[in-house]
């Protein structure tokens, strides 16, 4: 006999904020809310903290996404500023790090269960604040951890720390994003039965794609323009895409590269440095903007260094568009390299030589794009991925 399925989906950083995680989670939320009763709890809607130390500074509220409840988890009042205080120290202090930890896993705790009755599994997708999980799976309740691993990270911390490794012995059910993602998780110690592959797709507004109004908008007129699509954190590759355009000039002067996303003010420094009219940079894209501007490039490369999927290849295929991306094994399994794009090192000289060689040859590079195409309409589409997270849900509970 099934058991009625009333997820509770935890995403510490939760739409508005801009990010995969963010937006994807919340098209897992929406699909999700066609079939089953779900809430949503957050700690963080913004971009101006560090999602790990935003819990600190949260408010209580509750407000409506369309039909679901969306909550922001926030310490109690009394401990504000003790909390605060501390996540400040943290920046400085190991101690203070671990004071934090434990302090913001009980009071979230504390907060989760004023909105967890009705519940009867609970969901945590990671994309900062560790003891934000490790509260969800303290409450007892079926818990299903998503934690977008970044595998490449030093072994013994970030994902493969102990905490991390504690949470994958826990979890009633892990979700992974790639085949390789389950194998990796099975190796730092999740049951091989527990451990479940279910991607996210591609994210698109409705609206009908205007490639020839974006090229007009951002007056980049009929010249080729290669696409980084995504937050300008140093380990996306933004920097390497950047450093290599006076190579690429030399074979292809009139390329342009467009820059869209979040831009940290990291990369606002890096960019005054590189002024060329070639380079644009345009900030976080509306939906449709997003989606005219794949339509309207002519490849996307992003050699990020830290990727579970890596959705904004997806997207780029969706548009027929080739991809060009860093050869890691998390990559290694969602892109065929010379068939639906380009696995690279992620080094100057080689994002060079790939964009370069996708610019001379642009039947292969559009025969790379169809693959891609095909390969999402087989595999990626999102009334699949809430089927399959359903039968998840159900299986633990």
Same mark, same amino acid.
């Given at each position: 006999?099934?058991?009625?399925? /009333?997820?509770?989906?935890?995403?510490?950083?939760?739409?508005p904020?801009?990010?995969?995680?963010e937006?994807? %989670?919340?098209?897992?939320?929406?699909?999700l809310?066609?079939?089953?009763?779900?809430?949503?709890?957050?700690?963080? *809607?913004?971009?101006?903290r560090?999602?790990?130390?935003?819990?600190a500074?949260?408010?209580?509220?509750?407000? @409506? *996404?369309?039909?679901?409840l969306?909550?922001?988890? +926030?310490?109690?009042?009394?401990?504000?500023?003790?909390i $605060?205080?501390l +996540?400040?120290?943290s920046? @400085? %202090?190991?101690?203070?790090?671990?004071?934090?930890?434990?302090?913001?896993? $009980?009071?979230?705790?504390? %907060?989760f269960?004023?909105?967890?009755?009705?519940?009867?599994?609970a969901h945590?997708?990671?994309?900062?604040?560790?003891p934000? +999980?490790?509260?969800?799976?303290?409450l007892?309740?079926?818990?299903?951890?998503?934690?977008l691993?970044?595998?490449?990270?030093?072994?013994?911390?970030?994902?493969?720390?102990?905490?991390?490794? #504690?949470l994958?012995?826990? #979890?009633?059910?892990?979700?992974?994003?790639?085949?390789?993602?389950?194998?990796w998780?099975?190796?730092?110690?999740a049951?091989?039965?527990?451990?479940?592959?279910?991607?996210?797709?591609?994210?698109? #507004?409705?609206?009908?794609?205007? !490639?020839?109004l974006?090229r007009?908008?951002?007056?980049?007129g009929?010249?080729?323009?290669?696409?980084?699509?995504?937050r300008?954190?140093?380990?996306?590759?933004?920097?390497?895409?950047l450093?290599?355009? !006076?190579?690429?000039w &030399?074979?292809?002067?009139?390329?342009?590269f467009?820059? #869209?996303?979040?831009?940290?003010?990291?990369?606002s420094?890096?960019?005054?440095?590189?002024?060329?009219? /070639?380079?644009?940079?345009?900030?976080?894209?509306?939906?449709?903007?997003?989606?005219?501007?794949?339509?309207?490039?002519?490849l996307v490369?992003?050699?990020?260094?830290?990727e579970?999927?890596?959705?904004?290849?997806?997207?780029?295929?969706?548009?027929e568009?080739p991809?060009?991306?860093?050869?890691? !094994?998390?990559?290694?399994?969602?892109?065929?390299?010379?068939?639906?794009?380009?696995?690279?090192?992620?080094?100057?000289?080689?994002?060079?030589?790939?964009?370069? &060689?996708?610019?001379? $040859? !642009?039947s292969?590079?559009?025969?790379?794009?169809?693959?891609?195409?095909?390969?999402?309409?087989r595999?990626?589409?999102?009334? %699949?991925?809430? *089927?399959?997270?359903?039968?998840?849900?159900?299986?633990?509970?």
């Amino acid at each position: 006999m099934s058991h009625p399925v /009333r997820p509770l989906l935890f995403v510490p950083r939760y739409w508005p904020g801009m990010g995969g995680a963010e937006l994807h %989670s919340r098209r897992l939320a929406q699909e999700l809310a066609l079939q089953v009763p779900i809430e949503v709890a957050r700690c963080c *809607d913004e971009e101006a903290r560090p999602t790990d130390l935003a819990f600190a500074y949260a408010e209580p509220r509750c407000v @409506r *996404d369309d039909d679901m409840l969306v909550h922001t988890i +926030a310490p109690a009042n009394s401990w504000k500023g003790g909390i $605060r205080l501390l +996540a400040e120290a943290s920046k @400085r %202090s190991r101690i203070a790090r671990g004071v934090y930890g434990h302090l913001a896993r $009980r009071l979230a705790r504390s %907060s989760f269960q004023n909105i967890a009755d009705g519940a009867t599994v609970a969901h945590a997708i990671y994309n900062g604040f560790t003891p934000g +999980a490790q509260a969800l799976q303290a409450l007892g309740k079926p818990f299903v951890w998503t934690p977008l691993a970044h595998t490449t990270k030093p072994t013994g911390t970030a994902w493969s720390s102990p905490q991390f490794r #504690a949470l994958y012995r826990k #979890a009633d059910a892990l979700i992974a994003m790639t085949d390789f993602e389950r194998e990796w998780l099975i190796g730092q110690g999740a049951s091989p039965s527990r451990v479940h592959v279910c991607p996210m797709a591609p994210l698109f #507004a409705e609206d009908v794609p205007e !490639p020839q109004l974006f090229r007009e908008n951002h007056a980049l007129g009929e010249d080729p323009f290669i696409l980084f699509l995504g937050r300008t954190a140093q380990y996306k590759g933004y920097g390497t895409v950047l450093e290599a355009t !006076p190579r690429i000039w &030399e074979q292809h002067p009139t390329a342009r590269f467009v820059f #869209a996303g979040p831009v940290t003010s990291e990369a606002s420094a890096l960019f005054s440095q590189h002024q060329d009219p /070639r380079i644009l940079v345009t900030g976080p894209l509306t939906d449709a903007d997003k989606k005219s501007a794949l339509a309207a490039c002519s490849l996307v490369c992003v050699p990020s260094t830290e990727e579970s999927l890596g959705v904004v290849y997806l997207e780029g295929w969706s548009f027929e568009k080739p991809v060009i991306a860093a050869d890691i !094994p998390a990559l290694q399994s969602v892109i065929e390299s010379g068939k639906d794009g380009l696995l690279i090192e992620p080094s100057t000289l080689a994002v060079a030589n790939a964009v370069a &060689e996708l610019l001379g $040859r !642009p039947s292969w590079a559009a025969e790379l794009g169809k693959n891609g195409a095909r390969k999402v309409e087989r595999q990626y589409n999102w009334a %699949s991925i809430a *089927d399959a997270h359903l039968k998840i849900y159900q299986s633990v509970i």
